[in-house]
């Protein structure tokens, strides 16, 4: 009897915390969508590849977001230096290739399932992360390895102040993220390592 009592306490709680995580993220997305769609500027015809690829002034670095109808977005500033923009096209395309925004939006959902357990939070934290370390391996794999360092210092002149914790709302992904996450790849990088056993490992633990 004291069981049944705690579960029917424990449950209505757990569904109230989900039912607000959930609207937390499903507005935050929403929000940045229509934030996207107020700002997009003309499709970059030159830009072939297998999704449309938009300007727009409301993202602060280039992302891959939409889950039916995904798309790239870029900063005008990238749009206009050729280096940088071959290097992000080819970041955000693995992206898509990868899958990671239908993955972006599975881990919104396992949060507000889990939002009660912090472990979840910093999986997820991680996981976003390993996607990253996973991408920069797929893009030089595509761009070549006499691309490295200039891949490198592309990521570098596009860090922003952006914290994992506070973008993991979003289904978005993105080609940058804090000091520490960039520091991080860009030693990865330089260390050419195997990032395919690494991402398996990390995603088996």
Known sequence: EAAVKTRNILIPIWACGAFVVLGVF????LRFNAGLRRSRGSKLESAAGIIPVYVSAAVETPCLFGIFTPAIYVTPECAEDERTLRHVLAH????????????????????????YNPLVWWAAIMSKRDGELACDEGTLRRLGDSERVDYGRTLIGLTCSRRDFSSIALTATTMTGSKRSIKERIVFIARKPKMALYTLLAGLI
């Not at 499903?26 to 997305?29: D, E, F, I, K, Y």
């Open 26 to 29: 499903l507005w935050s997305n």
């Open 92 to 115: 955000e395309s693995t992206h898509y290739r990868h899958g990671d925004n239908i993955w972006g939006a599975l881990r919104c959902l396992a949060l507000a399932l889990h939002w």
